[in-house]
């Protein structure tokens, strides 16, 4: 712009860049009083950056936000690559309601073989050193995890474990239950309350009891290891779909993930997220693994902490509404 007597101001803010044209007076001038002193500038400042923006009713530029849901369930199921799910006609439940009304990750991974090391990363952020399934010494670790991170923060925390023989045991397999620790992960901490790890049969039928953040982890047939796809996605649609349902009109989300693949498509898994501000359909290509899931469950949950290999892996985006 050009003309008699107008100058030009421009203020840089942290988001956003700021144009102010003063017609008839030297903008110098008007620095230059400013300039007397740094609480008048400040004050200056602040004071046109406000009327401007209440005049033009704009807010702030802002980074992209996560949601601040009230509640978000993750279930992992088990061992199947990314192929065997989405699209398969044997997973009805996951492809035409979660993957059709929520959001497709289709670039998701694991992060290693076999199980064990994958709920640890998922949880924690990291492996905590174990390389295999083999049973553990319960809370052996002290490392930052979710469940420690919520505690700390004043918010809560709980797992569902079907096949569980009795709260907060520790016990590392039961056959009669299907049940095995190695895909509690937990119970590696001695950070994380015993009387936070449920059984099954405790899933609330009232949602808005739930903790801010729980891991729902079905038994050995019903996360698709020992059994059929068709079984684990049956066992979600009858357990958890009233809960998905409810989500979606009560600030809350669902996300349904796999520990690891069958070992034939580079740990290409599938995670779908439905509920509250998930744009339905809505898919994301980036690539994303077990801490980036991690990373966006502490943000989703307001936490200023990231635990381990979280702190530096990115958010989920793109899919929000």
């Known amino acids: 712009m050009s003309g008699g007597g107008s100058n030009l101001i421009w203020l ?4 956003s860049l700021l144009l102010f044209w003063f017609l008839g007076r030297p903008a110098v001038s008007v620095l230059a009083g ?6 008048v500038l400040t004050a200056f400042a602040v004071g046109l950056i406000v009327a401007v923006l209440v005049s033009w009713n704009i807010a702030p530029a802002r980074a992209a936000a996560l ?3 009230d509640h978000v369930v993750v279930v992992v199921f088990e061992n199947h690559s990314y192929s065997q799910i989405i699209g398969s006609s044997s997973a009805p439940y996951i492809n035409n309601t979660l993957k059709s009304g929520g959001a497709n990750l289709t670039a998701s991974y694991g992060l290693t073989h076999p199980s064990q090391p994958n709920y640890l990363a998922l949880f924690s952020g990291g492996t905590q050193g174990i390389t295999n ?3 553990y010494t319960p809370g052996f670790s002290s490392a930052a995890n979710l469940g420690s991170e919520l ?3 004043g918010r809560t925390w709980g797992s569902y474990n079907e ?11 039961n056959s009669s239950t299907k049940y095995a620790r190695k895909h509690n992960p937990w119970f590696a901490f001695s950070n994380v ?5 449920h059984t099954f049969a405790q899933f609330p039928s009232n949602y808005s009891t739930l903790p801010k953040v729980s891991f729902v982890i079905p038994n050995l047939c019903n996360d698709m290891h020992d059994c059929s796809v068709s079984t684990g996605d049956t066992w979600l649609k009858s357990n958890l779909s009233a809960y998905a349902t409810w989500a979606q009109t009560h600030n809350s989300l669902l996300i349904v993930t796999f520990d690891e693949d069958n070992g034939s498509s580079g740990n290409h898994i599938t995670t779908v997220l439905y509920g509250a501000h998930v744009t339905p359909g809505s898919s994301s290509s980036t690539t994303y693994n077990h801490y980036n899931v991690l990373r966006t469950l502490e943000d989703l949950s307001g936490l200023t902490t990231h635990a381990g290999n979280a702190g530096s892996a990115s958010d989920i985006t793109g899919i929000w509404s």
């Open 12 to 15: 840089h803010g942290k988001n």
């Open 34 to 39: 400013v300039r007397r002193s740094r609480l």
């Open 67 to 69: 949601p601040s849901p």
């Open 133 to 135: 399934d083999n049973c």
């Open 151 to 153: 505690i700390a923060a």
């Open 163 to 173: 096949g569980l023989p009795a709260e907060g045991s520790t016990v590392c397999t």
């Open 193 to 197: 309350p015993l009387n936070t790890a």
